[in-house]
Nanobody, 125 residues
C-alpha cells in the first residue's frame, strides 16, 4: 500500500506562484512513476505532469505551457509541482498519483492505483 499526502495549495492572485508537495510512504519511492492531475467540479480529472522513476523523464499537459515544473526528491520521498504565472483557469483540486508503471510515464488516471486526497488551488483574477 502507498500513502500520498499533498500540501501547498492555497488561494492566490493571477500571476502568482505556488509549489505543491506530495509526500509518499509505504513503498519504495524510487520504483514509482509520479504524476499530478487536477479536477474541477463537473469535469473529468485531467493530466497535468508526470515524472519517471529516475526523474530523468518528464511530461506535461499542453496547457502547462512551460509554467509548471515537476520534480522529485528521493531523499525526502517527495514529488513537487512548481507552478508559476498562475491563471484563474488553473483553479482546481490537484491530486498526486503514483504507481509502478511498465512504461516511463503515464498520462491517464487509469495508469495509477494510488492517489492522494487532493489540495485546492484557487487563482483569482
Amino acid at each position: 500500500q502507498v500513502q500520498l499526502v499533498e500540501s501547498g495549495g492555497g488561494s492566490v492572485q493571477a500571476g502568482a506562484s505556488l509549489r505543491l508537495s506530495c509526500a509518499a510512504s509505504g513503498r519504495t519511492f524510487g520504483s514509482m512513476t509520479m504524476g499530478w492531475f487536477r479536477q474541477t467540479s463537473g469535469k473529468e480529472r485531467e493530466f497535468v505532469a508526470a515524472v519517471s522513476r529516475s526523474g530523468g523523464t518528464t511530461k506535461y499537459a499542453v496547457f502547462v505551457e512551460g509554467r509548471f515544473t515537476i520534480s522529485r526528491d528521493g531523499a525526502k520521498n517527495t514529488v513537487y509541482l512548481q507552478m508559476i504565472s498562475l491563471k484563474p483557469e488553473d483553479t482546481a483540486v490537484y491530486y498526486c498519483a503514483a504507481d509502478v508503471l511498465s512504461s516511463l510515464i503515464g498520462t491517464f488516471t487509469s495508469d495509477y492505483r494510488y492517489w492522494g486526497q487532493g489540495t485546492q488551488v484557487t487563482v483569482s483574477a
